[in-house]
């Protein structure tokens, strides 16, 4: 019974993915791990091609939007709210990345208030790909006012209808429908923070995607991102056990080619006065539904960058790293602002 | 009456399966005694719903009628004002709308009436994280402003065999013992003034929502008046909750019975393996007392004394010079004996429980093999120490008792109780609501502090993560955290209750050498010391 499944699965994994996996297998940019391969004689040389490549194939397209990356998310729209559906690790991702953003703007002075139950209260945010605003309600409730921008109708109005359960944050919270490109061309204000969590590693073009959030950000603004990196780990992680071994998230979430490698992700920040403050690896353990900052960032990973608009000023902040006992430990974010 | 209490029974459907019967406070509404409540369940559960189906059919969650707060605290006992001097004191959680519901009348006794008014029956052992919280709230110093009994050494012996265990060095404070008013009224006057209290308001029943919806808790006062809460922290463990959710049992955070000799009533809990017991009886009774000791000059009261006897342990608790306070646990009807004694009796019969050398049995091998099994503990004891044979704790004789202090005798009856769940869907339990221990280790109002502290900080962190008042998680993290801790006390106090109340001489032996291997072990008695301090 138990070998069946185990067999059906196994199947499931190789005729589902056969297209991945042959990817994976021709891809230009081979993953590390097979050079190190016996057959294979790698160099230093080669594994850094890696990065290159990967800016080179995305620079063809100029949109950050693709439309059947959207759609996969509008089909599970009904799921959003769930606690304990396909989105269950965003659920609890939030003991992490609402201390990251709540602490983040508190370091660089974006709030005025620290005390109190509204630490945010003042600052714009604005929510890229919100989903069904996991992420959204809580910062609001924080105190800003945030406004949740998704490119799926379905899953903004998952996110409406949920918002609208809460008086708290009615008139603090505003959905738009809408792809991250065109809502940049149509800026009516700029924000306190940009953030985009779990969405870059659905885009199509990285580059186009990090310019439109830097034109939504204010000068010295925040950019908040969290995502997948691109290693050997991530995909027997992200995707062999995550959506097949331990079906945590629907087969299908996540293509290992879209996710982004974290010194490629530093470099085009950097190019573009986006100067990196902070990044931390996070782990998921699955049974326990928690997750926790880790210094190692081969899968899953946060970055919190700071608009610089005078690109000349040497950045005291460039030596910010990982700090284990940083200000956002998930354990204490009380004792921070106290 | 009856019909305004139809009137709150109501069928509540929703979706399909999930059905939710709310009974009525009918059966409920003229008992004022605690054990009346215990019948039983399922026949309490059918007669009530073939009772709603009469009845009006409306939602009971979307009552308009009904105060909406925040959170309310039902029961104004230590544990319930002190939930809300937290709450009101907390940075994060002041701006929140509470209100304290306590069913008792309004004492408006003064700290400084308190002070000059003669020393009440209801203590407790204050221990230091106990004291820690009070002094974060700014409370400690006012109940050392009216006034506590610093306990500073501590001798615990058995009344079957020699072994005895001392702590405490004379200067340092152990534990402080204060009245329960005294802590009750320091509270209460920290209570910031944005949150409400009302006395006199009984909770007659409450409708929990059925878990995973959306509903809020509503409460029923006797009064007839309603109030919707956001979060209810119970801390009253005598309100009886008039919900069950089929399907969907709540009835475990119903800490159902007060268990009194024989009458116990743990009902559906009979195939739960122990450590899930809601309850179990000791068949056991607390005399309380406040009584005169011999003065002797120049000797400051500070120790307290507990000797264990086959029926329980006799506790004195140092109040000030010349007046402790006393916990006699004992079998019921010599509890009942003692009550009815006249003053001078009742004296006789504590000295003489105190002093008397009388066993269970005597037999000369069991005498020997104690006396070898703590000299031997007392030969390891010096392995890791280069302490002095005298250095090893010495017994001492308490103090003659010359008085009982004129109506401070009375009687209560114990049990154990343990809630299986701490929370439910936007309900919480704190303090002796969740959990009941025995008074031996004198633990019971210093777990429910420690819940205290820590439903605080739980709910700090959640609001901080943007999360609703009263999530899932964030109740969930509150009760892992308080479980580990107090089972773990519960336990050890259930199993000392045990081992002490037999009189079988491989027990007696077994806990004499326990205690003297305590005893003369510095490391391990140094290690209890700093759980009891921590
Ligand atoms: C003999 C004895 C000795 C003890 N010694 C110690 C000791 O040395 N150290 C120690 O730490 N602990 C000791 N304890 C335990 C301690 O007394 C209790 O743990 C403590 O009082 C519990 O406080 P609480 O606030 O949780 O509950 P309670 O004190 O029971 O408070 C409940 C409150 O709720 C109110 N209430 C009840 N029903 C309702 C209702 N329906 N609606 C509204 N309000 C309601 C009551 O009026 C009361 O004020 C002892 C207990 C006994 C019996
Ligand atoms: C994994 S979900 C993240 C949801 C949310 N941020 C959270 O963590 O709860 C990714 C979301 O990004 C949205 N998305 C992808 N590309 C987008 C774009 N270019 N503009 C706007 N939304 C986009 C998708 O519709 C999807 O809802």
Redesign the pocket.
Known sequence: MICKKIMNSCSDLISLHRCCLKSLLCHQSTPAWWHVMPQNYCTVREINIKTETYQNTRHKQQSSFNDEEVRKFGALSDHWWARDGPYKPLHSLNRLRVPLVRDGLISTGATVSKDGRQPLEGVTILDVGCGGGILSEPLARLGASVTGLDASHKSIEAAQQHSSLDADLQGRLQYKCCDLDTFSQRLDQQYDAVVASEVLEHVDSIEAFIESCNACLKPSGSLFLTTINRTPLSFLGAIVAAEYLLRIVPVGTHTWDKFVPIEALKKLLEERGLQTRLQHGMLYAPVLDRWCWVADTSVNYALHAVNIADTSVNYALHAVNYAPESPMSPESPTSSLS | MTTKVLRSLQVVKKSGSLQCVVCGSRRYSTSTNAESFSTNTSSNTSSTSTNSTNTSSTSTYSRKDAELFDIVV?????????MACSLGQSKVLSSLRVLV????PHTDASLEALSAAPHDN??????PP?VRLLDKLGVWHDICGVRTGPVKRMQVWDSESDAMIAFGDGHRAL?H?VE?RVT?AALRARVPSSIEVRYG????SFDLPPPATDGLPLLT??DGGHIRARLLVR??????GASVVRGASVEHLEVWTVCRGGNTAARGTDSLPWWQHCSSRYGQS???ATLQLEREENESNITAWQKFLPNGPL?I?PLRHGLSSL?W?TAPGHAQALLAMDARSFADAINSALWSNERAHSAPWLESLQRRGTQLARDVGHLFSSATAAQVSSRLLPPPVVGVVEDSRAS?P?ALNHAVHYTANRVVL????AH??H?L?????????GDVAALTTALETSLLLGETLGSASCLYEYERIRQRENLVMLAAIDALQKLYSSTAPPLVLLRALGLAAVDAIAPIKEKIEAYVQR
């Open positions: 039902a029961g104004g006992g230590m544990a319930g004002f002190a519901l306590e069913g008792g209801r203590v407790c052992a204050i221990a106990s534990a013992i329960n009750v308001a009984r909770v007659q006062l006797r801390g009253a463990s005598v309100v009886r607390a005399v309380v506790a608790l916990v646990t209560f114990l704190v303090g002796d609501a009941r221990v008074p280790a004198g633990q019971g109002a210093n777990l429910g502090f």
